[in-house]
């Protein structure tokens, strides 16, 4: 799908039925406006929009099905509630094509089922914002969609209220058979939610999966610094064997277990969580195999709650450090403080290679 005016869009996007997909990136990525062109709230220059076998959108064909044509659950950031009427009369407005004893009726089912029993005749001022949303997702339900679209649906309400709204989602997706479209900038929401993430940037898919393909094995330097990676960094291949290899970085050589697509002499970036970075205790030095074990002198301690954010200078103290996440206990049980030379390993089963690429450049060395 591509849209040309107002905004660029190139987003190569696929959904199973059950399944929730969330479209992750910073502020002004298109993830809302890739939303409105599934609900047919706007226009795509070219592509297509398919969905449940039906095509709702295509440029080739000159096809296009009116939003109110499309059997379309959105539920909007700030819940899009008509001000005047109760939450049961709010969800009816999904349901005018029925009669009015089976429009209450599945109202009221709908509430039951986001757990507003009681409070069908409160209007939204009467609601707090966690109220609002369930409302605003009942709504959304009770038109049997094809599609359920979420566009920041969490993003107006505090953190214990929206941990609660978090847990009544992921029960009521458990019955849900449909696509489930999820639009969020918070990395943490959408893995605890999503079974594939999409990353985007200025428009662009930079990468779908799982969350567990994205989140550890980003396909760029971009995608690793939008998934929170810290330790990103430039290396050169000078060994391969058997799907294994060898790179140089900073004068010291690292063993990388997965490493199929690289060939010896490889300009790559590399990248490892900073939680996979182990910590060597005081008394036990590193074993060595596959650990590669570093040394290096603390030049931050960061307190992050019970853990511990650590930067650790490798080399030439100009270069970016390298991060490491302990916890508290753990940190202060070692002698962790800035200063200090500590020792660490790099598991080779933890590092991931990444050609460099137009989008993903990187100055970390």
Known sequence: MKQEVPVSINADLTCEAGELLSLVGPSGAGKTTVLRAIAGLSKPATGSIRCSGKVWFDSSSRTFVKAQQRRVGYVFQQHALFPHLTARQN???????????????????????????????????????????????????????????????????????????????????????IPAVLVTHDLHEATILSDRLSMLSKGATLQSGTVQEVTTKPASVLVARLVGFKNVFRATVIDVKDGQAVIEWRGQKLEVAAAIQFNRGDAVHWCIPQSHVVLHRQSRPSRGERENPISGRVSEVLRMGDNALVGVQVGNPHRPPVFLSVPLHVAERNEVSTGVEISFSLLADSIHLMLPDRLGRSRSV
């Open 91 to 177: 969800v009816e407005q999904s349901l005018r094509h029925l009669n009015s004893a089976k429009r209450r009726e599945l109202s009221d089912h709908w509430l039951r089922r986001v757990n507003l029993e009681g409070l069908e005749h409160r209007r939204p001022a009467q609601l707090s914002g966690g109220q609002k949303q369930r409302v605003g997702l009942a709504r959304a339900l009770a038109r049997e969609p094809s599609v359920l679209l979420l566009d920041e649906p969490f993003s107006s309400v505090d953190s214990a209220t929206r941990d609660r709204l978090y847990t009544e989602l992921a029960a009521l997706r458990r019955d849900l058979k």
